[in-house]
Protein backbone atom coordinates (compact mmCIF):
# COMPACT_ATOMS: atom_id res chain seq x y z
CA UNK A 1 0.00 0.00 0.00
CA UNK A 2 1.14 3.15 -0.82
CA UNK A 3 2.10 6.31 1.61
CA UNK A 4 0.68 9.45 2.46
CA UNK A 5 3.70 12.38 1.93
CA UNK A 6 4.93 13.43 5.65
CA UNK A 7 2.72 16.70 5.71
CA UNK A 8 -0.42 16.85 3.81
CA UNK A 9 -2.31 20.03 2.64
CA UNK A 10 -6.35 20.03 3.50
CA UNK A 11 -8.07 22.13 0.65
CA UNK A 12 -11.22 21.92 2.15
CA UNK A 13 -11.77 22.71 6.10
CA UNK A 14 -14.55 24.46 7.60
CA UNK A 15 -14.12 27.16 9.89
CA UNK A 16 -16.63 29.29 11.34
CA UNK A 17 -17.37 31.53 14.72
CA UNK A 18 -18.48 29.14 17.65
CA UNK A 19 -22.26 30.61 17.87
CA UNK A 20 -22.44 29.81 13.73
CA UNK A 21 -21.16 26.25 13.64
CA UNK A 22 -23.71 25.42 16.76
CA UNK A 23 -26.43 26.93 14.55
CA UNK A 24 -25.12 24.82 11.06
CA UNK A 25 -24.91 21.65 13.57
CA UNK A 26 -28.24 21.88 14.74
CA UNK A 27 -29.43 22.54 10.64
CA UNK A 28 -27.87 19.25 9.62
CA UNK A 29 -29.16 17.05 12.51
CA UNK A 30 -32.78 18.76 11.71
CA UNK A 31 -33.02 18.75 8.06
CA UNK A 32 -30.70 15.80 6.76
CA UNK A 33 -30.96 13.77 9.89
CA UNK A 34 -27.28 13.37 10.69
CA UNK A 35 -24.83 14.26 13.75
CA UNK A 36 -21.58 15.75 12.78
CA UNK A 37 -18.82 13.67 14.56
CA UNK A 38 -16.48 16.49 15.43
CA UNK A 39 -18.25 19.29 16.60
CA UNK A 40 -15.31 21.19 17.80
CA UNK A 41 -14.50 24.67 17.46
CA UNK A 42 -11.87 26.81 15.14
CA UNK A 43 -8.99 26.03 17.46
CA UNK A 44 -9.40 22.63 18.46
CA UNK A 45 -10.18 21.98 14.68
CA UNK A 46 -7.06 23.59 13.97
CA UNK A 47 -4.88 21.26 16.51
CA UNK A 48 -6.69 18.37 15.86
CA UNK A 49 -5.67 18.68 12.19
CA UNK A 50 -1.79 19.25 12.94
CA UNK A 51 -2.22 16.53 15.53
CA UNK A 52 -2.96 14.45 12.27
CA UNK A 53 -0.26 15.34 9.98
CA UNK A 54 -2.04 18.45 8.30
CA UNK A 55 0.57 21.36 7.21
CA UNK A 56 -1.34 24.11 5.87
CA UNK A 57 -4.67 24.67 6.14
CA UNK A 58 -7.19 26.25 3.75
CA UNK A 59 -10.26 26.65 5.27
CA UNK A 60 -14.08 28.53 4.03
CA UNK A 61 -16.69 29.83 5.18
CA UNK A 62 -19.84 31.70 3.60
CA UNK A 63 -22.62 34.19 3.79
CA UNK A 64 -25.98 32.31 3.69
CA UNK A 65 -28.12 35.51 3.65
CA UNK A 66 -27.26 39.26 3.05
CA UNK A 67 -25.85 41.34 5.96
CA UNK A 68 -23.01 38.96 7.36
CA UNK A 69 -20.19 38.61 5.28
CA UNK A 70 -18.54 41.41 6.17
CA UNK A 71 -18.42 40.68 10.03
CA UNK A 72 -17.18 37.06 8.68
CA UNK A 73 -14.71 38.13 7.24
CA UNK A 74 -13.46 40.66 9.72
CA UNK A 75 -13.41 37.02 11.71
CA UNK A 76 -11.25 35.70 8.73
CA UNK A 77 -8.84 38.53 9.04
CA UNK A 78 -8.34 37.81 12.96
CA UNK A 79 -7.85 33.87 12.68
CA UNK A 80 -5.20 34.97 9.69
CA UNK A 81 -3.27 36.88 12.20
CA UNK A 82 -3.81 34.10 14.40
CA UNK A 83 -2.36 31.44 12.57
CA UNK A 84 0.21 32.18 9.86
CA UNK A 85 -0.39 28.92 7.85
CA UNK A 86 -3.93 29.06 7.46
CA UNK A 87 -5.41 30.44 3.99
CA UNK A 88 -8.49 31.12 3.29
CA UNK A 89 -11.98 30.87 0.48
CA UNK A 90 -13.54 34.12 1.84
CA UNK A 91 -17.18 34.72 2.14
CA UNK A 92 -19.12 36.80 -0.30
CA UNK A 93 -22.66 37.60 -0.95
CA UNK A 94 -23.44 39.73 -4.12
CA UNK A 95 -26.43 41.66 -2.44
CA UNK A 96 -24.43 43.18 -0.29
CA UNK A 97 -23.72 46.65 -1.06
CA UNK A 98 -20.09 46.77 -0.41
CA UNK A 99 -19.93 43.64 -1.89
CA UNK A 100 -17.48 44.36 -4.40
CA UNK A 101 -15.26 46.97 -2.96
CA UNK A 102 -15.07 44.62 0.39
CA UNK A 103 -13.80 41.60 -2.04
CA UNK A 104 -11.44 43.80 -3.56
CA UNK A 105 -9.72 44.57 0.08
CA UNK A 106 -9.78 40.84 0.70
CA UNK A 107 -7.63 40.39 -2.18
CA UNK A 108 -5.49 42.26 -0.81
CA UNK A 109 -4.52 40.03 1.75
CA UNK A 110 -1.64 37.37 0.96
CA UNK A 111 -3.30 34.35 2.51
CA UNK A 112 -7.28 35.25 0.75
CA UNK A 113 -7.37 32.75 -1.64
CA UNK A 114 -10.32 33.61 -3.44
CA UNK A 115 -13.73 32.95 -1.98
CA UNK A 116 -16.46 30.20 -1.36
CA UNK A 117 -19.54 29.89 -3.02
CA UNK A 118 -22.76 27.44 -0.96
CA UNK A 119 -24.97 28.15 -3.97
CA UNK A 120 -28.09 25.75 -2.33
CA UNK A 121 -27.85 27.52 0.80
CA UNK A 122 -27.27 31.11 -1.04
CA UNK A 123 -30.12 30.29 -3.37
CA UNK A 124 -27.71 31.45 -6.45
CA UNK A 125 -27.45 29.66 -9.52
CA UNK A 126 -23.61 30.12 -11.01
CA UNK A 127 -24.47 31.62 -13.89
CA UNK A 128 -26.23 34.26 -11.99
CA UNK A 129 -25.59 37.66 -13.33
CA UNK A 130 -24.66 39.07 -9.89
CA UNK A 131 -21.73 37.10 -9.63
CA UNK A 132 -20.42 37.80 -12.58
CA UNK A 133 -18.16 41.15 -11.33
CA UNK A 134 -17.12 38.39 -8.38
CA UNK A 135 -15.59 36.12 -11.34
CA UNK A 136 -13.83 38.82 -13.78
CA UNK A 137 -12.09 40.23 -10.12
CA UNK A 138 -11.12 36.66 -9.45
CA UNK A 139 -9.88 35.89 -13.22
CA UNK A 140 -7.79 39.13 -12.88
CA UNK A 141 -6.31 39.27 -10.13
CA UNK A 142 -5.94 35.16 -10.23
CA UNK A 143 -7.36 34.11 -6.97
CA UNK A 144 -10.22 30.85 -6.92
CA UNK A 145 -13.73 30.31 -6.31
CA UNK A 146 -14.45 27.54 -4.09
CA UNK A 147 -18.12 26.16 -5.78
CA UNK A 148 -20.71 23.74 -3.78
CA UNK A 149 -22.26 22.79 -7.00
CA UNK A 150 -22.55 18.88 -7.11
CA UNK A 151 -26.47 18.25 -6.54
CA UNK A 152 -25.77 15.59 -3.53
CA UNK A 153 -28.61 16.24 -0.59
CA UNK A 154 -29.01 19.66 -1.60
CA UNK A 155 -31.57 21.47 -3.57
CA UNK A 156 -30.73 20.57 -7.10
CA UNK A 157 -32.60 23.74 -8.32
CA UNK A 158 -29.47 25.91 -8.03
CA UNK A 159 -26.99 22.72 -8.69
CA UNK A 160 -25.71 20.21 -10.88
CA UNK A 161 -23.26 19.97 -14.27
CA UNK A 162 -25.96 21.50 -16.71
CA UNK A 163 -25.83 24.79 -14.50
CA UNK A 164 -22.37 25.16 -13.95
CA UNK A 165 -21.81 24.42 -17.82
CA UNK A 166 -23.69 27.27 -18.31
CA UNK A 167 -21.37 29.48 -16.37
CA UNK A 168 -18.54 27.78 -18.19
CA UNK A 169 -19.54 28.74 -21.59
CA UNK A 170 -19.08 32.72 -20.86
CA UNK A 171 -16.02 31.93 -18.64
CA UNK A 172 -14.35 28.67 -20.33
CA UNK A 173 -10.87 29.60 -18.22
CA UNK A 174 -12.92 30.17 -14.82
CA UNK A 175 -10.17 29.65 -11.94
CA UNK A 176 -12.88 27.18 -9.70
CA UNK A 177 -12.85 24.20 -7.32
CA UNK A 178 -15.79 21.89 -7.32
CA UNK A 179 -16.23 20.77 -4.03
CA UNK A 180 -16.88 16.53 -3.32
CA UNK A 181 -15.85 15.75 -6.55
CA UNK A 182 -19.08 16.76 -8.23
CA UNK A 183 -21.08 14.59 -6.06
CA UNK A 184 -23.48 12.85 -7.42
CA UNK A 185 -22.49 13.63 -11.02
CA UNK A 186 -18.49 12.42 -10.71
CA UNK A 187 -18.40 11.19 -14.27
CA UNK A 188 -19.99 14.67 -16.15
CA UNK A 189 -17.64 16.75 -13.61
CA UNK A 190 -14.44 14.80 -14.34
CA UNK A 191 -14.82 14.84 -18.23
CA UNK A 192 -14.66 18.70 -17.92
CA UNK A 193 -11.42 18.66 -16.59
CA UNK A 194 -10.10 18.37 -20.40
CA UNK A 195 -11.40 21.35 -21.93
CA UNK A 196 -11.29 23.85 -18.61
CA UNK A 197 -7.83 23.90 -16.87
CA UNK A 198 -8.86 26.27 -14.25
CA UNK A 199 -11.17 23.78 -12.68
CA UNK A 200 -9.71 21.46 -9.65
CA UNK A 201 -12.26 18.78 -7.94
CA UNK A 202 -11.75 18.28 -4.36
CA UNK A 203 -12.24 15.03 -2.54
CA UNK A 204 -14.56 16.06 0.29
CA UNK A 205 -17.06 13.65 0.83
CA UNK A 206 -16.42 11.54 -2.02
CA UNK A 207 -14.48 8.71 -0.50
CA UNK A 208 -17.09 7.77 2.39
CA UNK A 209 -17.15 4.06 3.17
CA UNK A 210 -18.88 1.65 0.84
CA UNK A 211 -21.85 1.40 3.15
CA UNK A 212 -22.37 5.35 2.25
CA UNK A 213 -25.09 5.80 -0.62
CA UNK A 214 -23.52 7.92 -3.17
CA UNK A 215 -20.33 7.88 -2.34
CA UNK A 216 -17.36 7.83 -5.90
CA UNK A 217 -18.74 4.86 -8.59
CA UNK A 218 -15.86 5.43 -11.06
CA UNK A 219 -13.30 3.52 -11.72
CA UNK A 220 -10.10 4.52 -9.97
CA UNK A 221 -8.24 4.57 -13.49
CA UNK A 222 -10.47 7.84 -13.76
CA UNK A 223 -8.06 9.39 -10.51
CA UNK A 224 -4.84 8.50 -11.75
CA UNK A 225 -5.94 9.90 -15.28
CA UNK A 226 -6.60 13.30 -13.53
CA UNK A 227 -4.28 13.39 -10.48
CA UNK A 228 -2.62 16.80 -11.13
CA UNK A 229 -6.58 18.23 -11.18
CA UNK A 230 -7.48 16.95 -7.78
CA UNK A 231 -7.10 18.16 -3.97
CA UNK A 232 -6.96 16.50 -0.45
CA UNK A 233 -9.98 17.97 1.29
CA UNK A 234 -11.87 16.68 4.63
CA UNK A 235 -14.59 18.98 4.96
CA UNK A 236 -13.43 18.85 8.64
CA UNK A 237 -15.18 19.25 11.25
CA UNK A 238 -18.31 18.69 9.56
CA UNK A 239 -18.19 14.90 9.07
CA UNK A 240 -20.45 12.20 9.51
CA UNK A 241 -17.71 9.45 9.31
CA UNK A 242 -14.40 9.32 10.50
CA UNK A 243 -12.13 11.53 8.87
CA UNK A 244 -9.35 8.68 8.59
CA UNK A 245 -12.14 6.66 6.63
CA UNK A 246 -11.81 8.50 3.05
CA UNK A 247 -8.14 8.93 3.08
CA UNK A 248 -8.38 4.90 3.86
CA UNK A 249 -10.39 4.09 1.09
CA UNK A 250 -8.48 6.12 -0.87
CA UNK A 251 -5.21 4.81 -0.27
CA UNK A 252 -7.01 0.89 -0.67
CA UNK A 253 -6.99 1.65 -4.77
CA UNK A 254 -3.17 1.57 -4.35
CA UNK A 255 -3.03 3.68 -7.04
CA UNK A 256 0.46 5.39 -7.90
CA UNK A 257 2.86 7.22 -5.22
CA UNK A 258 2.93 10.11 -7.46
CA UNK A 259 -1.05 10.03 -7.15
CA UNK A 260 -0.65 10.51 -3.51
CA UNK A 261 1.71 12.91 -3.33
CA UNK A 262 0.14 15.22 -5.78
CA UNK A 263 -3.47 15.05 -4.56
CA UNK A 264 -2.39 15.25 -0.58
CA UNK A 265 0.33 17.81 -1.39
CA UNK A 266 1.83 19.04 -3.99
CA UNK A 267 -1.02 20.33 -6.37
CA UNK A 268 -2.47 21.96 -3.49
CA UNK A 269 1.14 23.91 -2.51
CA UNK A 270 1.10 24.83 -6.52
CA UNK A 271 -2.22 26.71 -6.21
CA UNK A 272 -1.30 28.10 -3.31
CA UNK A 273 2.17 29.66 -4.39
CA UNK A 274 0.55 30.29 -7.88
CA UNK A 275 -1.94 32.41 -6.22
CA UNK A 276 1.05 34.16 -3.74
CA UNK A 277 2.54 34.95 -7.34
CA UNK A 278 -0.51 36.57 -7.92
CA UNK A 279 -1.06 38.98 -5.41
CA UNK A 280 2.88 40.16 -4.90
Known amino acids: MKKLPEKIIDFHVHLFPDRLFDAIWKYFSRNYQFDVIHQIYYRECIDYLREKGVGPIVYSNYAHRKGIADNLNEWNLRVLEEYPDLYCLAAYHPDDDDALPMAERLLDHPRILGFKLQLSVQRLYPQDERLVPLYEMVMD ?36 IVAHMGAWEYRGFMDILDDHPGIYLDTAYAFLPEEFENAFNLDPCYLEKYKDRILYGSDFP ?23 RKVFYENGMELINTHKEGQS
Not at 141 to 149: A, D, G, N, P
Not at 238 to 260: G, K, W
Open 141 to 176: RKRRILFHVGPGHSEAEFLGLKQFKKVLAKFPELPA
Open 238 to 260: NLIAPRESEIDRLLRYDLSQDFY
